[in-house]
């Protein structure tokens, strides 16, 4: 029997799973680890921590089954920003700065004054924030000289586990792209001119950059002994793990769309490149990357602030607080919930607006309290869908939905009826993970098109708007953009 493993680097967990050629589950392992915020806005981790997760759920799934068995490895992760600073040795010199974090604004100040933010997008498909990973290199060069001194290489945080794997540097296009304003989304390469505009050494990225379904290397023996996996097994590239989750629900051409929520929000669509709008980040796909883009909004803090929630204000598991939050009207009787604990990216690329709890009463207990973070979610994707209409991004009227909140069959029912379209789930234990398996058998050649990976689908489950709920939650949500257009205008 094929086996195929697919493994996903998280913000706060890294997960496995094994299935067989027909996408049918047989494995799967996890563990979690917490990112760093020294300072407000600042968000780090050590690039040996995913190293040591990767180890360690490898290990685990060898408990599980015979670890020779699996014919290719496929590793997807978190956008890492700026990437791993590495030595000449690949050695890690520096805390990795990840998409959360926001300390370059000094970096994207410069870069809206001194560089032609037109001809950026142009070349790139993006615009600028601290969120993209080269002003973030920008920072460390300006802040940390000495640091800056030592740094030859950086890495995504999936391709430096893949290297510590294989002794193989490489990345591919999705991570390459998202780094933004030094990616060539045209030529799918690095950009010459905007490299030395920003003075950043072309040097310090990845000379090698491959399609998301490559082989990149094979396990060495080094880490056949460590891991229990076979020596020479097929170490597949993947992607940003955003792109990939939306791969594993089954999007494969223009209109579908898929939000991703775990610790973040990602919501995206793919499309041949003609529908690019600064308001989104733009890279390319994870399959057939060098045709395909995959445009994505979405919210910085989703599945964080439900974890905030529960660690602040209760002591009760998530089991109790939804069957509270059951019991009460849409609209939260008047508590409105602004998501944006971290700033905001795409599309509202606002990195000064906070999060806000609006409404409060003494009427008001835990149940309206996680209800209202749930609704929060639904009304980000809302916008996010809206802007992207407005952008005249194509867009069919179903949404589908994978991460951890889809497992809530209240949240479904509130996003479909803050939506008014029908929301499709479906019953898989990860997301980016299983999209990652099918990248495993696609650089083998078990498959032979992207499309198969609807075959690989189990029945989703669809959940359809409330048709009561629907005018309360036109007004709940309008409600929630001007609540938002009116902190705006009063922080600024």
Same mark, same amino acid.
């Given at each position: 029997? &094929?086996?195929?493993?697919?493994?996903?680097?998280?913000?706060?967990? /890294?997960?496995?799973?094994?299935?067989?050629?027909?996408?049918?589950?047989?494995?799967s392992?996890?563990?979690g680890?917490?990112?760093?915020?020294?300072k407000?806005?600042?968000?780090?981790? @050590?690039?040996?921590?995913?190293?040591?997760?990767?180890?360690?759920?490898?290990?685990?799934?060898?408990?599980?089954?015979?670890?020779?068995?699996?014919?290719?490895?496929?590793?997807?992760?978190?956008?890492?920003?700026?990437?791993?600073?590495?030595?000449?040795?690949?050695? =890690?010199?520096?805390?990795?700065?990840?998409?959360?974090?926001?300390?370059?604004?000094?970096?994207?100040?410069?870069?809206?004054?001194?560089?032609?933010?037109?001809?950026?997008?142009?070349?790139? $498909?993006?615009?600028?924030? =601290?969120?993209?990973?080269?002003?973030?290199?920008?920072?460390?060069?300006?802040?940390?000289?000495?640091v800056?001194?030592?740094?030859?290489?950086?890495?995504?945080?999936?391709?430096?586990?893949?290297?510590?794997?294989?002794?193989?540097?490489?990345? &591919?296009?999705?991570?390459?792209?998202?780094?933004g304003?030094?990616f060539?989304?045209?030529?799918?390469?690095?950009s010459?001119?905007?490299?030395?505009?920003?003075?950043?050494?072309?040097?310090?990225?990845?000379?090698?950059?491959?399609?998301?379904?490559?082989?990149?290397?094979?396990?060495?023996?080094?880490?056949?002994?460590?891991?229990?996996?076979?020596?020479?097994?097929?170490?597949?590239?993947?992607?940003?793990?955003?792109?990939?989750?939306?791969?594993?629900?089954?999007?494969?051409?223009?209109?579908?769309?898929?939000?991703?929520?775990?610790?973040?929000?990602c919501?995206?669509?793919?499309?041949?490149?003609?529908?690019?709008?600064?308001?989104?980040?733009?890279?390319?796909?994870?399959?057939?990357?060098? #045709?395909?883009?995959? /445009?994505?909004?979405?919210? /910085? !803090?989703?599945?964080?602030?439900?974890?905030?929630?529960?660690?602040?204000?209760?002591?009760?598991?998530?089991?109790?607080? #939804?069957?509270?939050?059951?019991?009460?009207?849409?609209?939260?009787?008047?508590?409105?919930?602004?998501?944006?604990?971290?700033? #905001?990216?795409?599309?509202?690329?606002?990195?000064?607006?906070? $999060?806000?709890?609006?409404?409060?009463?003494?009427?008001?207990?835990?149940?309206?309290?996680?209800?209202?973070?749930?609704?929060?979610?639904?009304?980000?994707?809302r916008?996010?869908?809206?802007? %992207?209409?407005?952008?005249?991004?194509?867009?069919?009227?179903?949404?589908?939905?994978?991460?951890?909140?889809?497992?809530?069959?209240?949240?479904?029912?509130? %996003?479909a009826?803050?939506?008014?379209?029908?929301?499709?789930?479906?019953?898989?234990?990860?997301?980016?993970?299983?999209?990652?398996?099918?990248?495993?058998?696609? %650089?083998?050649?078990?498959?032979?098109?992207?499309?198969?990976?609807?075959?690989w689908? =189990?029945? #989703?489950?669809?959940?359809?708007?409330?048709?009561?709920?629907v005018?309360?939650? @036109?007004?709940?949500?309008?409600?929630f953009?001007?609540?938002?257009?009116?902190?705006? !205008?009063s922080?600024?």
């Amino acid at each position: 029997m &094929d086996l195929l493993m697919g493994i996903d680097i998280g913000t706060s967990s /890294t997960k496995a799973i094994v299935t067989d050629s027909n996408g049918k589950e047989i494995a799967s392992a996890s563990t979690g680890y917490s990112i760093r915020t020294p300072k407000p806005l600042w968000a780090e981790c @050590d690039a040996e921590t995913w190293f040591e997760a990767v180890i360690k759920v490898m290990k685990k799934i060898g408990e599980t089954i015979d670890a020779g068995t699996i014919k290719a490895i496929a590793i997807s992760g978190l956008y890492g920003g700026a990437g791993v600073p590495l030595d000449h040795e690949i050695n =890690p010199v520096y805390p990795t700065l990840i998409w959360m974090d926001k300390r370059a604004v000094e970096q994207t100040k410069w870069v809206k004054a001194n560089i032609d933010n037109n001809k950026l997008f142009e070349i790139t $498909g993006n615009t600028v924030d =601290p969120y993209y990973g080269f002003t973030k290199i920008m920072w460390i060069r300006d802040n940390e000289p000495d640091v800056w001194k030592k740094i030859a290489l950086f890495l995504p945080p999936k391709d430096y586990v893949i290297y510590k794997l294989t002794n193989q540097i490489s990345t &591919d296009f999705s991570s390459a792209g998202n780094i933004g304003g030094i990616f060539d989304l045209k030529k799918r390469a690095w950009s010459k001119e905007l490299l030395e505009e920003l003075d950043i050494p072309e040097n310090i990225m990845p000379e090698r950059i491959e399609s998301s379904e490559t082989t990149v290397g094979r396990l060495t023996k080094e880490m056949a002994q460590v891991t229990g996996f076979k020596e020479g097994t097929p170490i597949v590239s993947g992607g940003v793990d955003a792109a990939v989750a939306t791969l594993a629900s089954g999007v494969c051409k223009t209109g579908e769309n898929t939000a991703m929520i775990g610790t973040s929000m990602c919501w995206g669509t793919i499309h041949n490149g003609d529908h690019l709008d600064w308001h989104f980040v733009n890279f390319p796909y994870v399959v057939r990357g060098k #045709e395909l883009v995959y /445009t994505f909004g979405g919210a /910085t !803090t989703a599945g964080a602030i439900i974890e905030w929630l529960k660690k602040s204000f209760s002591g009760k598991d998530l089991k109790e607080l #939804e069957a509270m939050a059951e019991k009460i009207e849409p609209g939260s009787e008047g508590l409105t919930v602004l998501p944006f604990f971290m700033g #905001e990216r795409a599309p509202l690329w606002d990195m000064d607006i906070r $999060g806000c709890l609006y409404g409060l009463s003494l009427s008001h207990g835990e149940g309206h309290l996680y209800r209202a973070f749930l609704e929060a979610i639904a009304y980000i994707l809302r916008l996010n869908i809206e802007v %992207a209409k407005t952008a005249k991004i194509p867009i069919n009227n179903k949404t589908g939905v994978v991460g951890g909140v889809a497992s809530s069959s209240l949240w479904l029912k509130i %996003a479909a009826s803050v939506l008014n379209r029908e929301v499709l789930s479906y019953p898989i234990s990860f997301d980016a993970p299983y999209g990652d398996c099918f990248l495993a058998g696609l %650089a083998i050649g078990l498959f032979e098109d992207m499309k198969e990976i609807k075959k690989w689908l =189990p029945e #989703e489950k669809i959940t359809k708007p409330e048709s009561n709920w629907v005018p309360m939650y @036109d007004e709940a949500y309008n409600k929630f953009k001007r609540l938002y257009d009116g902190i705006k !205008t009063s922080v600024l």
